[in-house]
């Protein structure tokens, strides 16, 4: 959580990998991985700027290498972009691009480069603006400090995504994001060559783009909080000068409140008075499908819209349709009798397929998540399947586009190796023809915003994201998780010089819970023993509400503890390597005396008084730990029961509190576990 | 220097300070400390914002409120610039303003404010919106977390300041400093109710803002890299809004090159024929104060200049004239012969009279370093004092107006209570009468920056700058040093919460140092350990070079070590008190142990290879240490010739090596001093 803190924890996790894997110094420090590499004997001496030589391309190539020699800059401290310049007899950089890209980015351009780095310089070349753009992030985490200075690696690099729509989708309704965050994220998303960034623009918490058509959204569905269009345009550039498409979605015809406080007569029943604001506000109708003043305003806005948002697809959501108010409202089920729609599935379709006419008569293809999903829509409609790789494979199966977003939901706070683990191509999607996968486009993964503020959004995608990149850009053969984690830690420290916040805004969160009185080596030794409660437990304590300031503990660490990592893994060595446990000693020691430094400070202040459960249960696991270190080094044997007992301890220890929970019990199960039972 | 671990010493050092002082929870955070607090029982609460009533001011009020509304929100992770308003039955914060402010900020505003809080709300008076600024700044850093949330103690606050000019200066001549680096400094400024940001505009090495009535200037006297004059008046606009007076300086006769590079006729002697870039660039004529041209340049430059900036002081420097280029030019002889102009000092006077005369035609006054002074200039002039104390009573004494700089030069490397302990009015100004003592006006910070990049010109003023701040603010009483420590720290962590990056620039230059293959504790233990050589000693072992990357340890680190300074304390403590002997031998060990694990490390990275020697020291200091310790708990004595060999060795350990020396040296000497002796 803490930037020092941060690398700290993930530069030893290094050290413990290198234990079991063959990972030598020159491993180059690359995510995505490339498709294919060969790494040479020899460095390229960066003591000089390499003369460029650029050829090809659009305004876009020479954005990027304006940005490639500030960034350079940024990772070696050498003012390249200011003072230096290439002289005529030092290596040089020849930049090749074939051509100039689309003026609207596209699925299907090629996005593939060729990177040869030698002793007498650097050549890149690509067919499209955009491999120019990944291979110049390539060769920024190929640079490394030497004995005779900067240098690059010899290498040659072939390199070209393994799907074409890459992605990162975040909710701006629920907490709007300012301009400048997503800004700094589509930097990070440019570094870890994702090119999509779907932003879910309207929910039932705001609509949050201007409408100059229907000022009454942009005046009375939203909070004041929304995108001007000039920033809108802005935004579109700036990812474009990236590689980043910009993908829009209106979420129609459920999640759809701020709509109706600005039209209430659309409303599916009574309609809302008021945009939601928390889990209280139980009023969320869907729009009423069988008025044809819904599909007016739809025509008007999504026409406004689609003109605004140049890519080729508009997102249209249609997620989650909550049937009770159709079921309830009287003239919508007469409707539904006279035009002989047998239940609310095929109400949807109605509605879906009277939407995708709009959005195709504006000259574009429709998408929605995979509750759209029926045979009967035009075959360019692309599904977003979230509920599972089920509807992945049957929208595939049934010849639609399709992108796979289930298992890459940030905010479920899993691990990265757990999304790192999810393949569009695998499980049901594995037994499809070559025809039926080529409908697999790549994935998306979905930051959903109740819990998620400006201040932590970062920290919330980053690093996990890069796991994700990789998994969608990399070879399917890419999966070693060890390798994974160790160049992610890499790129985290990256991505910090690039300008996110994810360590830093962390790190700052942490201080404030601190205060000024506290030593905050006992605050952060709680603090990376756990992480946030997974999947949707936090909305079980902690209902959504929009006023909740998010600045606790759980808020500020990162979902996914890497010392955590560490000790569980150390703690498995340890049952049959001696020499792993005198570290692992150390930490329960930590972990067992920490409470009673802790609890004092802990009263003072309402963001560290919820702690204080889990601060004992910390206490209680090293005591435990040192239990069971000690009996498996005197070969001391326990009874059945007294097991039996510290089992039971340890499960209690993992029980949540103050939405967090300590995720280093398996370090202390495992341990017990392996004590000499006395039958 | 990291900073977490900067968070981590400054904490250590206050559990030190509350040994030795009387510094209960109570203790408030301020700096500069008030003039008046009374400290009442009792604490606002803001579990929502307070209803703000404001009246009076002008437009700065506003804008003051809404940083002040945004800078509460990221204090406390709270959204009061968004979700929250006053509720009508909460508490009140009244604001209220006797009148607006000048147009351009002048010396004698009133900047005094009285501030009263307590459970019903806040009010906040002042006759000026400086006042009212300073008061919000105020009141920002009683913002602490309590059981029961966000609260304001109880407090009533005088408060007005010692000295009217309270000034910083930066050279943004020798490196330039970007626009944004200006502005998050005046943030940084504000923060600390200083007053006056002086820009070193023009040097040899660069003349950087634009001239449109002497375009040459822009083309030729600097590479590119200057202001231009919109950015110059949104800067001063940003100042304004902020409190502070934005006073330029061009430097004439001297320090002049740029200048002269663009018009060589102009100068002493055969013409520069390019701006200075190297200690290795020895051709620096001054200006020819003997031709008429000379005067006519001057009058149209500082004419446009005095236009642009709107304070009523302009700077014309003055200061170190090399007389070597009038002496060896016989047309400035024989012209100073004709002239009866006796010698070197004269001719300066000569020309610094004609310049007056340019300014004052303007609507200024002129203002200039020491060695303008002479007796007979118009008694409006200011003069900056910065060769020692004594000019500074001289100037008084004549009847300038005169502010101290002598003893404020951050770029000396000074820890901040060397800077605390100068005050503008002891030493030879103490024996000066109240009228005299009236004409002195404050002081101001400098910071030359042969050594200072945009990356770490943060690092280098921040957070001794806030001593300086209080010296020139607060009472004269006010000088208690582990006070001023512990507050400074508290303020070190506001600074980064502002955007200051002192911090984390400083974090993120060591762990470029540290790449990607090392574990960082064993760089910062060597890291805290050791301080940049002080004053003028890095330009002997590494002449100032503009090409230069500054991007090495010494370039990280903090001037000042808070760890360094703890642990010699503590020794101190130690040769008394056992109990402050464990954690000192803790740390002994940590360095004797230290080099065996960071030497393989250091071979392999140009940034980290010249840090050997001092890595090796350290080692020899632990081990130093560990003996006196073992010498001292176990009354065993040493012969004299054994401790003069440990006092030898402590002494080796401490040569400069890197630009860097070990500051640790007092902590391991004291002990040795300690040991008994066996005569």
Redesign the interface.
């Known amino acids: 959580m ?4 941060g ?2 924890r993930l ?2 996790a ?2 413990l990998l290198c234990a079991a894997l063959p990972c030598g ?1 020159a491993e180059l ?1 690359l995510m995505p991985w490339p498709s294919h590499v060969t790494q040479q004997e020899g460095f390229l001496n960066l003591e000089h700027t390499p003369q460029i030589q650029l050829t090809g391309g659009d305004e876009r190539v020479h954005h990027a290498l304006t940005r490639f020699m500030r960034s350079l800059s ?6 390249f972009d ?3 310049s290439g002289a005529p007899e030092g290596p040089r950089f020849v930049i090749r691009c074939a051509g100039p890209g689309l003026h609207v980015q596209a699925l299907a351009e090629d996005e593939s480069y060729h990177l040869t780095v030698s002793q007498t310089g650097i050549e890149l070349t690509a067919a499209n603006p955009l491999g120019i753009m990944h291979g110049l992030e390539t060769v920024l985490q190929l640079v ?6 900067w240098v690059l690696p010899d290498v040659l690099i072939d390199d070209t995504p393994r799907f074409a729509w890459r992605g990162l989708m975040i909710d701006v309704s629920r907490h709007f994001m300012p301009f400048e965050a997503l800004e700094r994220n589509i930097d990070g998303m440019a570094a870890v060559k994702l090119n999509v960034l779907h932003l879910h623009l309207s929910d039932d918490e705001g609509f949050r783009v201007e409408s100059k058509r229907r000022p009454r959204l942009t005046e009375l569905a939203s ?1 004041g ?1 929304f995108y001007t269009q000039d920033q809108m345009r802005e935004l579109i550039a700036y990812a474009r000068d990236r590689g980043v498409r910009v993908v829009p979605e209106f979420d129609v015809p459920g999640h759809a409140v701020s709509w109706l406080v600005a039209y209430p007569k659309l409303a599916s029943g009574p309609a809302p008075q008021a945009l939601v604001r928390s889990e209280q506000d139980k009023l969320r109708p869907p729009f009423d499908p069988t008025q044809e003043a819904t599909y007016v305003l739809l025509d008007t806005v999504f026409g406004e819209m689609e003109a605004l948002f140049p890519d080729r697809y508009f997102h249209i959501g249609g997620d989650e349709v909550d049937g009770k108010y159709w079921d309830k409202d009287a003239t919508i089920q007469a409707w539904m009798r006279t035009h002989k729609i047998k239940d609310n599935h095929a109400l949807q379709t109605y509605f879906t397929k009277r939407v995708e006419q709009i959005v195709h008569k504006h000259g574009k293809d429709m998408e929605g998540w995979d509750e759209i999903l029926d045979g009967n829509l035009p075959k360019n409609s692309l599904i977003q399947s979230w509920r599972g790789a089920e509807s992945l494979a049957d929208a595939a199966r049934m010849g639609y586009k399709t992108i796979l977003s289930a298992g890459y939901y940030l905010d479920l706070m899993y691990p990265a190796s757990q999304h790192y683990a999810v393949d569009p191509l695998s499980g049901k999607s594995a037994a499809l023809t070559a025809e039926e996968k080529s409908h697999i486009l790549g994935g998306e993964a979905a930051q959903w915003a109740e819990y998620v ?1 400006p ?1 932590n959004l970062d920290n919330r995608l980053w690093p996990r994201l890069g796991a994700i990149a990789e998994r969608l850009w990399s070879p399917e053969s890419v999966t070693d998780i060890p390798s994974m984690y160790r160049r992610l ?2 790129l985290s ?1 990256n991505l ?2 690039l300008g996110l916040e994810h360590q ?1 805004s962390s ?3 942490l ?11 006992l605050l ?1 030794t709680l603090a990376r023993a756990v992480e946030p409660v997974k999947e949707y437990h936090r909305e079980r304590t902690q209902k959504y509400d ?2 909740r ?3 606790h503990l759980v ?1 500020a660490v990162s979902p996914e503890s890497d010392q955590a990592r560490e000790i569980n893994a150390l703690a498995q060595r340890a049952v049959h390597d001696p020499s792993a446990r005198p570290e692992l000693r150390k930490r329960f020691i930590q972990w067992r005396d920490n409470n009673a430094a802790l609890e004092p400070y802990l ?7 919820p702690l204080a459960p889990l601060s004992q249960n910390l206490s209680v696991l090293g005591a435990l730990g040192i239990a069971a270190l000690d009996s498996i080094e005197s070969a001391h044997p326990v009874t059945p029961e007294q097991r039996k007992e510290q089992l039971a301890k340890v499960d209690e220890s993992a029980a949540p509190h103050a939405e967090l929970f300590l995720v280093v019990t398996p370090a202390v199960r495992v341990l017990i576990e392996a004590e000499p039972v006395n039958q």
């Open positions: 803490s930037q020092r803190g690398i700290h530069t030893t290094v050290l110094a420090n940024v990772r070696t401290g050498v003012p200011h003072h230096f490394r400090p030497s004995p005779q200075g909070d909080l503020t201040e830690a890499v420290r910090e010089y830093t790190s700052r969160m201080d404030r819970i601190e205060g000024d009185d506290m030593p905050p080596e952060e929009a006023e300031p998010l600045n808020d009263a003072t202040s309402m963001l560290r008084a």
